[in-house]
């Protein structure tokens, strides 16, 4: 119908995806800070394969590339053309990384 829909992220201290969307940083933090909303306190978003799989195009070969280096070395820069469709999309914002939400 044509309605404006906008994807908003939203997220706690322990902040991969709104790294990931802002600066295309997928990679662990030093430490999970634990928060009341203990299912987000994660490092690995299951579903980031999945996105990055649907936004490459559903290059399983790419995809996969970047899953093993991210699984070697723990830290991922996206690729710009990659990074570019992530942040399309979701809005995400950074509030007080010191409040326990």
């Given at each position: ?10 997220v706690n201290r322990n ?24 299912a987000m306190d994660i ?5 980031m394969e999945r996105i ?50």
């Open positions: 119908m044509g309605l404006p829909i906008r994807l908003v992220g939203a902040d991969i995806i709104h790294r990931t969307v802002q600066q295309g940083d997928f990679s662990l933090s030093e430490a999970v800070n634990p928060t009341l909303a203990s490092q690995v978003p299951y579903n990055f799989w649907l936004l490459s195009g559903s290059d399983s070969q790419v995809t996969r590339a970047l899953m093993e280096q991210f699984e070697r070395t723990q830290s991922l820069n996206l690729p710009r053309d990659l990074h570019s469709k992530v942040s399309h999309y979701p809005h995400t914002t950074e509030k007080g990384k010191s409040a326990a939400t």
